[in-house]
């Protein structure tokens, strides 16, 4: 059995020139760009500091009645605020990352979708980082490994966009889980992944007469290229139809009111420079983009389209961190 974790507190100065999000809105803790305001007054600039994202994880490990039985449990408190807020005692709710329990080859439990490239993900002083290009999801699961193999069934989840626009509509109508599959390589180079995902979209609503299903797709090539003996290149192509969900923290919904969304593609490249064995820095361009149609049928060819989410967002960070 071991535990582990680290404390460690977060001071932002944050610039919107978009308009100013509310108290208590994720952006002010981390970059998440689909809630990044647009078309509002341009703010001073806002200082907040917080500890939220102190992190403790619990895992064992072990052989029962012949099988190698693993467990972890992690946790964080990058939630919702609890009881206290910023006035009185900046309280906050211990929220659940990973948890899981491994069975030989098996996987059950909450863990990064098998669909993401962990490998890939930024070292960043921000809690993600510049995440527009990168797949990121955890969730519920059933995941089986052999070798550089893996399958697994997920959680599903569909979020909708209104026909018109309006707030995004979580669905939680699926009756089937996300499927997903992986094939994993790791040599003395850097890692190379290819990820597949297949997934049910669906929809219902009897108050209005809705009763929609479609099929979701994607296809995810991600390396990580060391270069030298501290630096490396990471890269991240992902592409496919309804999987707003998975990329960019949802920053497109997975489809419109009438029709699939598509996605064009979301790219990420990133360069990590060592500057010191405990200091590096690098340069991230991660393109997000999306071919939104939404709407209804006005005829028998006749559609109206309708943005998934905000413009397609197209982002270059300098970005920097320190490792203890």
Request: proline share 6%; glycine share 14%; aromatic share 8%.
């Amino acid at each position: 059995m071991k535990f582990g974790g680290f404390i460690k507190t977060d001071f932002m100065a944050s610039k919107y020139s978009g308009g100013d999000p509310a108290n208590g809105d994720p952006l002010r803790d981390y970059h998440l760009p689909g809630a990044i305001p647009v078309g509002g007054t341009d703010e001073d600039v806002a200082t907040d500091f917080n500890a939220r994202q102190t992190r403790f994880w619990l895992t064992t490990d072990g052989v029962v009645a012949g099988h190698k039985i693993g467990t972890r449990l992690e946790m964080d408190f990058q939630t919702l605020p609890g009881s206290g807020d910023q006035r009185t005692t900046s309280g906050s709710n211990p929220a659940l990352r990973r948890a899981f329990v491994t069975i030989d080859n098996w996987l059950i439990g909450q863990e990064w979708t098998n669909f993401q490239n962990t490998a890939v993900l930024p070292e960043s002083a921000d809690f993600v980082g510049a995440a527009e290009g990168t797949v990121f999801a955890r969730q519920a699961q059933v995941r089986y490994t052999r070798g550089p193999f893996s399958i697994a069934l997920e959680n599903p989840e569909t979020t909708i966009t209104p026909f018109g626009g309006g707030a995004r509509i979580v669905a939680d109508d699926n009756s089937l889980p996300d499927l997903t599959a992986r094939y994993a390589l790791s040599r003395p180079w850097g890692d190379v992944q290819l990820s597949g995902l297949v997934r049910q979209l669906k929809y219902q609503n009897p108050a209005s007469n809705i009763d929609s299903t479609a099929t979701g797709w994607g296809l995810s090539a991600s390396a990580k290229f060391k270069v030298g003996a501290q630096d490396d290149i990471r890269l991240m192509l992902t592409g496919g139809e309804g999987i707003g969900r998975y990329v960019g923290l949802n920053f497109s919904n997975d489809r419109g009111a009438g029709r699939l969304g598509r996605s064009g593609g979301h790219r990420r490249g990133r360069g990590l420079r060592r500057l010191s064995p405990r200091l590096g820095a690098g340069l991230a361009l991660q393109p997000d983009l999306v071919d939104a149609e939404g709407g209804q049928r006005h005829g028998p060819d006749r559609r109206r389209r309708q943005p998934l989410g905000p413009e397609p967002s197209r982002q270059s960070d300098l970005v920097a961190g320190h490792g203890v």
